[in-house]
């Protein structure tokens, strides 16, 4: 099965806490790409990262970060110090090599940040 | 990276009607999506466009009910055909920039009432 789960509905945090947002995949190809998505109130989807199954290491970028692990199948998203504007549904996504483009999307969680 | 709009941003419409989606990007690419979002819920991909070919449909979507065209590389429309509320939902369209990165418009939201 190919399938991505993020077991997390919804969190709220207060500002300045970290928040990690977990994200679980399934594929049988040895290649895919993991994405992440944030998408703000105005619906829009906005690329957050790519990475290959053949680049385990961790990115950081500013106060986000990921960590993939390849040995549990999962690829988290961690915000430092969260800021209001940080509220958002943030979905986790899977292309596999097989199949053409066809992009899988976790459910997405929705994270709440109050000031 | 790539620019991507859509017209409508949103409307609401009555049951029994069509309405076109457009999607105009800022840069050719072969690759074009539709997705649609249900309330509250996760993206679920309608079709895949390429330009010269006929749309791919998903499993549950038909090309009836929703027809796409795609006359060139930097342009395509969904139609949501003989609408019913089930239909309301943001209609996303994407593309495919290189290196397997996705980008999305800003989405069109549609109340079927």
């Known amino acids: 099965a190919q399938k991505v789960t993020q077991a997390q509905t919804e969190i709220s945090v207060v500002e300045k806490e970290d928040v990690t947002l977990d994200c679980v995949y399934e594929t049988r190809d040895t290649t895919y790409y993991l994405f992440w998505y944030k998408q703000p109130p105005s619906g829009e989807l906005v690329f957050l990262i790519r990475?290959?199954?053949?680049?385990?290491q961790n990115e950081i970028s500013g106060r986000y970060s990921w960590n993939f692990q390849k040995s549990t199948s999962s690829f988290n998203f961690t915000i430092t110090a969260s800021q209001v504007v940080d509220s958002a549904v943030y979905f986790c996504?899977?292309?596999?090599?097989?199949?053409?483009?066809?992009?899988?999307f976790g459910a997405g969680t929705r994270l709440f940040v109050k000031a | 990276s790539a620019v991507i709009s859509q017209k409508p941003s949103r409307d609401i419409c009555q049951r029994g009607t069509s309405l076109t989606i457009q999607c105009q990007v800022d840069s050719q690419v072969t690759m074009m999506f539709w997705y649609r979002q249900q309330p509250g819920q996760s993206l679920t991909l309608i079709a895949t466009a390429n330009q010269g070919s006929e749309a791919t449909y998903e499993s549950g979507f038909v090309i009836d009910k929703f027809p796409i065209s795609r006359p060139n590389l930097t342009f395509s429309t969904l139609t949501v055909s003989n609408m019913s509320p089930e239909d309301s939902s943001i209609y996303l369209c994407?593309?495919?920039?290189?290196?397997?990165?996705?980008?999305f418009g800003p989405g069109t939201r549609l109340t079927v009432t």
């Open positions: 996504a899977l292309i596999p090599n097989t199949g053409g483009f066809k992009t899988i």
């Open positions: 990475r290959n199954s053949f680049d385990e």
């Open positions: 994407s593309v495919e920039a290189g290196r397997y990165e996705q980008y």
